[in-house]
């Protein structure tokens, strides 16, 4: 038993003494041993929030012994009403893989004859802890969802980043008759602009107009960010031309949209119209506007906003701001310059500053400097494992890569698996890398390897040097060649008519080599084809990408 779970058991201080039988859904937590808290008269608040830690001990020790004990002082304290303390216990009873009990739980919940807005709260509560599974099994249950059920379902699901399954709640909702308002909406629309679903943005936008859904200022923002991220800049132009601008949000979500396309010159006027309108830039604007002079590689007007925001605005920076900075200059190669600006920080840096060091290192190749930005991550995940062992192979230092992947494999560290989306009449298609699951995937591979033959005979070389393995350069070409944006772009050419258009959305950054190969098939294929990565937008055509090959 750890030091947390008995910290745990002492809040329940338990008293041999004193037992009760509990009128409780599940046999097993009858006549169990109950006690009241240490200080319990200094109030209910008190109490319900060591109930709480209690429960997120239980779930992250997986100690349903406890849980249960846990549930029997709950009811007998009064608090077999609360929606929170009953998301947390079903939570905990999931983790520990205690499936009876938690089907009797939810079961009692709905035998309480509780009203629609407790299932509501309730709802909410297993959204907030990560239960989206549970949450949308209670939703199935509840006898007359209203229209603040829906919503939070989808609300819930988009936080939960299950984006397909939130505009599948959607379009049940619409099937059932009530009609989605601009809560509904405004969450819809950040599921489509997550997956960068262009043909269900259209959809979702159509019907927002159709049943005539007020604009208001963070509509209007969702819009412009949705089309943004779904490929589509000149149609957030239009709506930011047609909506009202005395809201700040709205100025972010254009500027913001304008950067992740490379745009930063147009992201740099629009920013001088907002001043010249008299609307103030907030902190977000500030790291969307140096956001796009690092795409860009404006490093002294990146400089000039970071003084600004101080000198003209009084916003203090904060950790984005530094971070903004940080993979501005590293970019840039100004990779001491970069780490001179970490040490200055007036606040802490985080995980993701040192990994925009580390992410400049390997492209400049300076393992050296990448080594002292992972060894001031407290907790380094795979990608930046790989960023480091990527920057030894880039200079072909096997041994200090091979050490890297050692210590992966002895922390059990996995690496994270790219994948890659395209939507094709509304359906999402998603490839893994060397992915076989594909019901056309025979087809899929014949196209790629036309491809690759095709694109060799024009003087194509892979980049075998990227290649996280000491292994022969043929082994090494067949790894890159089932990189999952490759499979996502042989199975658009598949499924489309020639000439026409293909996007693809995908998890991780695109890599040099599937860069460079996607713009010479854009030349051999007369095809415009657009690639949004974890960073930015590539738009490819004529062999040419317009980030001018600075990402």
Known sequence: MTSRVKRAKKLLNPSADSHAVINSPTPQLKNLP??????????????????????????????????????ARI???????????????????????????????????FNSACGVNYFNLLIESLMRNGECDIAKRVFRKVPYPDLVTWNTVIGGC??????????????????????PDGFTFSSVITACARLGALHNAQRVHCLMMKKRIEMNFI?????????SKCGRVQTAREIFGSVQHDDVSVWNAMINGLAIHGLALEAIETFSKMEMDYVLPDSITFVAIMKACGHYNLVEEGRKYFDLMTSRYSIQPEIEHYGAM????????????????????????????????????????????????????????????VLLS???????????????????????VRKNQGKSWLELEGV???????????????????????????????GFVPLTELVLMDVSEEEKEGNLNCHSEKLALAYGIL????????????????????????????????????VRDRIRFHHFEGGMCLCGDYW
């Not at 880039?394 to 050490?403: C, G, T």
Request: charged fraction near 25%; include cysteine.
């Open 34 to 71: 109950f006690t009241s808290f240490i200080g319990a008269q200094a109030g209910r608040d008190k109490e319900h929030q060591k109930l709480h830690h209690v429960l997120k001990s239980c779930k992250l020790h997986l100690d349903s012994a406890t849980a249960i004990q846990t549930h």
């Open 75 to 109: 009811v007998t304290r009064g608090y077999g009403t609360y929606p929170s303390l009953l998301a947390s216990l079903l939570a905990v009873y999931k983790r520990c893989g205690c499936v009876t009990l938690a089907t009797q739980l939810v079961d009692h919940i």
């Open 158 to 179: 988009v936080r939960n980043e299950r984006f397909q399954e939130a505009l599948g709640v959607f379009r049940k909702l619409v099937r059932s008759g009530l009609e």
């Open 219 to 227: 509509l209007s923002a969702a819009l412009i960010d949705m089309y």
């Open 326 to 385: 940080v993979d501005l200059l590293g970019r840039a190669g100004l990779l001491e310059e970069a780490y001179a600006t970490i040490k200055a920080m007036t606040v802490k840096p985080d995980v993701v500053i040192w990994r925009a060091l580390l992410s400049a290192c390997r492209t400049h190749r300076n393992p050296e400097l990448g080594e002292v930005a992972i060894a001031n991550m407290p907790r380094p995940r795979s990608g930046d494992y």
């Open 390 to 412: 990527n920057t030894y192979c880039s200079i072909k230092k096997w041994d200090s890569a091979e050490r890297v992947r050692e210590m992966m494999k002895k922390k059990r």
């Open 428 to 458: 999402i298609h998603q490839f893994r890398a060397g992915d076989q699951t594909h019901p056309e995937m025979k087809s899929i591979y014949r196209v790629l390897e036309a491809l690759i033959k095709r694109t060799k005979s024009e």
């Open 495 to 530: 499924k489309t008519s020639p000439g026409t258009e293909i996007r693809i959305s995908k998890n991780l950054r695109i890599c040099h080599d599937c860069h460079c190969w996607i713009k010479l098939v854009s030349r051999l294929l007369n095809r415009a084809i657009i």
